[in-house]
């Protein structure tokens, strides 16, 4: 896992960003998280309401194994 500061500026500005349809919360905390254009499969994730602040980039094994964890429940924890 990276840090901002791996990344430079134009490849800040390549990012396309998302947020996910189910944080549609009344404009409460969100995440955006988007693909860095180089190819690589990296994953940057940030805080929406602060585009300007840190920003942790994933390399595709560690993406993959989020999303197959939230996938297998392993991050609910409302239960």
């Known amino acids: ?3 901002r500061g791996a990344l430079s500026t134009e ?3 390549s990012i396309a960003w998302h947020i ?3 944080s549609d919360n009344g ?4 995440v955006e998280a988007g693909p860095l254009a180089d190819g690589s499969g990296r994953v940057a ?4 309401h602060h585009p300007n602040g840190q920003v942790i980039v994933y390399n595709r094994a560690e ?17």
């Open 1 to 3: 896992m990276e840090s």
């Open 63 to 79: 993406w993959t194994a989020f999303i197959d964890g939230v996938k297998a429940g392993e991050f609910d924890f409302t239960t």
């Open 11 to 13: 490849e800040m500005a």
């Open 20 to 22: 996910s349809s189910k």
């Open 45 to 48: 994730v940030r805080h929406s």
């Open 27 to 30: 404009g409460g905390s969100c």
